[in-house]
């Protein structure tokens, strides 16, 4: 078989990793492997999102050591190559509208709109002063969807591994596979350390294709161990959440940060606790759209607005703790919002360190948009109201009102918990999505591997982490001062959208 393996992220060493494990395991199966990276041509890539110079440069020099002296040069090493087709583009008004984009029938707007918001952690920024990027952005995914169908085409590909998938710089190749009508299959970290996963999917996201493998994992598991191991798994991730110490990467845990205690309202109402999320997480991905709101925050507004619910219950807003980190546009709608339902409800904002699990003990009810508390809340014996999409939606954890109308009526009566088979099945998951070992990689920490006692890094390992630690900081310091630069320079150039 041809085996193509597209890699772009060569500074994350854990995702790097993943790339090289899966290439060693097509070596030693006979195979012909081909490995497609970036020599510089992606303007922007999730571990280098603003093309710095150096970090490119860095992300080459990795890229050649791994080939030379990990793989020995035994896999086709192919290099990016794109076309500089002159297309135009309309000029978006705000990111619902480059979300809408397609091409060919294909969502490069979603894919671009999935970068932008992890870059600047914001939903609601606005385009103007981001036009020619979004335009290079959308060319240059466009062309790495051509180059890599021509690439598939000559090599006679007959099977691609592609890292994420969701992004304008990973996504164009799970496409031009799947309209090449060869098998993609995107990957990332497991639940477990040494673990990996691997979907048939357009993206590891993929809310259809997570649940065929929990279901699948989970029968398996009880087939084969019984309940008592499940349990014991979806346990452990509970903890986990709950009191911290996970030692896999790939999930923020917040759990060290929780010392307060909540304030207790001492009297008989309804006390009704939501949960927010990262909305920016889920934003550029179609399938984690809508139900019951337009957003995550047009629901929280109608929420806090309603009459029939602020009168009659006890609210709590517990907001996201990753959202403290938010875009400036994003954290002045949070602000806007619980100013103007001060009056109606509590809200922990999300610099506070109040610990949420003891928001979920003194809930009569609770409600997320898809947060992982919505299931942990189930596992805690409480009624859990979904009113975003998850890939716990159809466990059975939780209510799911389908209009607001269909909310209130919930909360009007007594609602009891529902049985908390879903919560652990869940949990089991999580823990063992990751269904791939790694076989030929010795993983050290999170962040080093070897390979027959030979580091994957070619540099130390502290020395890496403190070099990314200040290209963070100096991309953070000098995101606005780059855009307004680069939007200049493209225009000196008589750069056509």
């Not at 993206?203 to 161990?225: C, G, P, S």
């Not at 809930?363 to 805690?380: H, K, Q």
């Amino acid at each position: 078989m041809n085996i193509l393996i597209y890699s772009h992220i060569a500074l994350w060493t854990i995702h790097h990793a993943e790339t090289v494990e899966i290439a060693l395991k097509h070596l030693a199966e006979g195979d012909d492997v081909y490995i497609l990276s970036c020599d510089g041509d992606l303007v922007s890539c999730p571990a280098n999102s603003n093309h710095d110079k150096s970090l490119c440069l860095s992300c080459k020099h990795q890229t050649d050591y791994t080939l030379k002296e990990i793989l020995k040069n035994k896999v086709h090493d192919l290099r990016v190559s794109l076309y500089h087709d002159k297309l135009t583009f309309p000029e978006f008004s705000s990111l619902n509208e480059l979300v809408e984009f397609k091409f060919n029938d294909i969502p490069f707007g979603e894919l671009v709109a999935s970068q932008l918001v992890d870059d600047e952690r914001d939903c609601f920024f606005s385009l103007d002063k981001k036009q020619l990027k979004v335009c290079e952005m959308l060319s240059n995914s466009i062309s790495l969807y051509k180059h890599t169908r021509q690439i598939i085409k000559d090599k006679k590909i007959d099977k691609t591994y592609v890292w994420n998938g969701r992004r304008s710089a990973d996504g164009p190749v799970c496409y031009a596979a799947r309209d090449q009508g060869v098998s993609c299959e995107v990957y990332i970290s497991g639940g477990k350390r040494s673990t990996y996963i691997t979907l048939a999917a357009l993206k590891v996201h993929d809310l259809t294709a997570n649940k065929v493998l929990m279901d699948k994992l989970y029968e398996q598991a009880i087939e084969n161990n019984g309940m008592e191991l499940v349990n014991q798994e979806a346990l452990s991730f509970f903890k986990t959440q709950r009191y911290g110490g996970a030692n896999y990467p790939g999930y923020i845990h917040f759990a060290q940060e929780f010392k307060d205690v909540p304030d207790v309202i001492n009297n008989e109402r309804k006390k009704i606790v939501i949960f927010t999320s990262s909305y920016w997480e889920n934003f550029g991905m179609s399938d984690y759209r809508g139900v019951c709101y337009v957003d995550h925050y047009d629901g929280i507004k109608k929420i806090l607005r309603e009459e029939s619910i602020f009168t009659q219950n006890d609210l709590i807003v517990r907001w996201h703790p990753n959202l403290k980190t938010c875009g400036d546009s994003e954290r002045k709608v949070i602000d806007k919002v619980i100013r103007e339902s001060s009056e109606n409800a509590i809200h922990y904002p999300p610099e506070s360190n109040v610990d949420s699990y003891k928001l979920i003990d003194i809930a009569d009810v609770v409600i997320t948009f898809g947060s992982t508390m919505g299931i942990e809340a189930n596992f805690y014996g409480k009624p859990s109201i979904l009113l975003g999409r998850s890939l716990y939606e159809d466990l059975g954890a939780c209510y799911q009102p389908e209009s607001h109308s269909e909310l209130v009526n919930l909360l009007s009566g007594k609602l009891p918990p529902l049985p908390k088979t879903g919560s652990i099945k869940y949990g089991f998951y999580i823990v063992n999505c990751g269904q791939n070992y790694f076989k030929y990689l010795k993983q050290v920490d999170s962040w080093n591997f070897t390979y027959k006692n030979k580091s994957l890094q070619k540099i130390n390992p502290k020395t890496w982490r403190q070099m990314i630690k200040i290209q963070i900081i100096k991309s953070l310091k000098l995101l606005k001062l780059y855009d307004i630069v680069r939007y200049t320079a493209i225009s000196i150039r008589g750069f056509k959208n």
